[in-house]
């Protein structure tokens, strides 16, 4: 787990907003998204190189080149059902460890401000509506227990 400076800044002082991180990223390796990650990439890596190839053969290098980006489309796509699992359980286990849950809904907002805005289906992260719902939905599902 790695934090950098800029996150540090973006967080100033607020304790909540640093267990959203913290909780966020503690989330990632309790449900072991890297190896899942990792295992993935490997198998669509070998399944894109393949089917490429056999592309390329019968038509062409571009028919080819594009099993490389629908494997990168189906990467991301896995990418953000894991951040978005991170998200809950974190959510979940600042819940737990008794801090403010709209400490969250701030941390998702700051990161949604100061994260580049593309296209939300090229990115391996959640859009900032997108996941800030999300978010606010599992905040509110906790707070009806």
């Known amino acids: ?4 400076i800029n996150m540090v800044d973006m967080l100033a002082t607020n304790p909540a907003m640093y267990a959203a991180l913290l909780a966020h990223e503690i989330a990632h390796n309790v449900k072991k998204h890297h190896e ?7 198998v669509l890596q070998a399944g894109s190189a393949a089917v490429g190839a056999a592309l390329s053969v019968i038509s062409g290098p571009i028919a080819g080149g594009l099993t490389s980006v ?11 059902e894991q951040e978005m699992e991170a998200d809950a359980l974190g959510i979940q286990l600042m819940h737990q ?6 400490g969250a809904v701030l941390f998702y907002g700051k990161l949604s401000e100061t994260s580049e ?3 939300s289906f090229l990115s391996s992260h959640p859009g900032g509506e997108e996941r ?11 707070r009806e227990e």
């Open 36 to 42: 899942a990650t990792e295992k993935r990439r490997a």
């Open 70 to 80: 629908t494997a990168s489309l189906i990467d991301y796509r896995f990418s953000r």
């Open 1 to 4: 787990m790695a934090i950098n």
């Open 132 to 142: 800030i719902a999300h978010v606010k939905k599992v905040i509110a599902s906790l």
């Open 117 to 119: 805005q593309g296209l």
């Open 97 to 102: 460890a008794g801090y403010p849950l709209d």
